[in-house]
């Protein structure tokens, strides 16, 4: 009975989703509902103690990020950087290399450290440019997106900075690197697919005569034809903020320290703060700044016309943004609670192979919360002393073991009720029936390169 609550709270929020109702209102409910089937009187405690501490805390560290990125976007729509580098870029790679194109901008921003969250805002307008330009579909956008950010870059590659990779480091003691043959085998697998996937949409799309489409919402804002920037100067601010959050990155850990103590005159208390904690925040902050503050040094004047208008529409997107996906946080710290996610959890540990067990777990926790690091995190946190003893009986590095856990939190944890994913859709202004079945078709082959990579380790033994 436990499990089957877990199981019904899920498939109700990822039903709500799918049809395009607010999960910000219905994550809440799926969750309480869950909780009062369990045991009706800790509802009030667990709302406000589980689901909104959870959701406030996510708004405290991310709510900026969301905000930084969304301006970021909109500016570098704003100014004509996104039209100057579509222009570019088309003439380089050609028109029907739009998604190409757009994978390696994506891949290029996340493994250069920047938040996915903020690739999502910084891409669209990019995006949206030359689908529109090239004829593609609109909706073909959030799976063109997805496999750039939210795939290879995110958790596969060697030495990404994104927290999928960091995450393991702190329960096998290995380091980003961890596996690096095997990552970049199962990162070229997950390329290569995604994008016969994506063309083979692209070409299904255009022999039905269909083009970008008309009457779509949260539509940038075409650029003047004329006076458009030098590409060179376009992409400079996707370069400044790809560089300065890895050089921040040094910088605060060297500036600060491990831990740091303010006491100003007005306070009670010292206020001490756990720097590694949110060093990766403070760094893309200022990264995200600085890049906004090079757009305007290039671009004041064509900015400046609309910025009132256009940073209301950024400040509005990044507030929907940060709240869909706080209150999935919200909703995957409460099931995580239940009785029946023990049940789940222990039903896992029955799978005999280490890294199979280890695969299947991660990816079904990370779906069943809607989040990679937060499935990630309950299943080594839970199970890690189980893996590393299977692995020392098999032989098995523990590099292996990081490198598989680090790329099965980001394989079916984008199902309907992920928020980077209900985030990607609100940007793009578009919903799960238009463009949901193309992330998961991204979903699925992210999936099945965790399995193709542990087929490549038994079958070679290189790591």
């Not at 994550?27 to 089937?37: C, E, R, S």
């Not at 890049?291 to 009132?308: C, D, E, S």
Request: proline share 5%; aromatic share 10%.
């Amino acid at each position: 009975m436990d499990f089957l609550i877990a199981v019904a709270a899920l498939a109700f929020l990822m039903f709500i989703a799918y049809r395009g109702f607010s999960v910000i209102l219905f994550a809440p409910v799926a969750a309480m509902g869950a909780v009062l089937l369990t045991d009706p009187s800790a509802v009030p405690p667990v709302f406000t103690g589980v689901f909104m501490d959870k959701l406030v805390g996510f708004v405290k560290l991310y709510f900026p990020v969301f905000l930084l990125g969304a301006v970021f976007g909109k500016v570098i729509e704003l100014s004509g950087f996104s039209k100057s580098i579509v222009r570019a870029v088309i003439g380089l790679v050609g028109r029907q290399r739009a998604m190409l194109a757009i994978v390696l901008v994506c891949a290029v921003l996340t493994y250069g450290g920047v938040s996915l969250f903020v690739v999502v805002f910084a891409a669209y307008p990019f995006a949206a440019e030359m689908f529109r330009q090239s004829g593609i579909p609109k909706r073909l956008i959030p799976g063109t997106i997805a496999l750039g950010a939210f795939t290879f870059t995110m958790d596969s590659l060697p030495g990404t900075p994104q927290i999928q990779n960091i995450i393991p480091t702190t329960f096998f003691r290995t380091d980003t690197w961890a596996a690096p043959v095997l990552g970049t085998i199962g990162s070229a697998f997950i390329l290569a697919v995604g994008l016969t996937y994506l063309e083979w949409r692209r070409r299904s799309a255009a022999a039905a005569g269909e083009g970008y489409g008309e009457g779509h919402t949260n539509e940038p804002e075409p650029a003047d034809e004329e006076a458009l920037p030098h590409p060179a100067i376009a992409i400079l601010p996707l370069v400044a903020v790809g560089v300065l959050n890895k050089l921040f990155t040094s910088l605060i850990a060297a500036q600060y320290g491990a831990r740091h103590e303010v006491a100003l005159a007005g306070m009670a208390q010292p206020l001490v703060t756990q720097v590694p904690s949110v060093a990766a925040i403070w760094a893309v902050l200022g990264a995200l700044l600085i890049g906004i503050l090079t757009v305007l040094a290039f671009a004041y004047g064509r900015v400046a016309r609309r910025f009132a208008e256009g940073s209301k529409a950024a400040v509005g997107g990044a507030l929907l943004a940060s709240m869909n996906t706080a209150a999935e946080y919200g909703f995957g710290a409460v099931i995580a609670a239940l009785p029946g996610f023990l049940v789940i959890r222990e039903a896992l540990r029955a799978v005999p192979n280490p890294l199979v067990n280890e695969a299947v777990s991660v990816t079904v926790l990370a779906g069943i919360t809607g989040s990679a690091s937060g499935g990630m995190s309950i299943a080594l946190a839970a199970m890690a002393d189980q893996f590393i003893a299977g692995a020392e009986t098999a032989g098995i590095p523990l590099e292996v073991l990081h490198r598989v856990a680090s790329m099965a939190s980001g394989g079916m944890d984008t199902l309907p009720h992920n928020g980077a994913v209900i985030t990607l859709l609100a940007v793009t202004g578009l919903t799960h029936r238009q463009s949901y079945g193309d992330i998961f078709a991204i979903t699925l082959t992210k999936t099945a390169a965790v399995f193709v990579v542990i087929a490549v380790y038994y079958l070679t033994g290189i790591t």
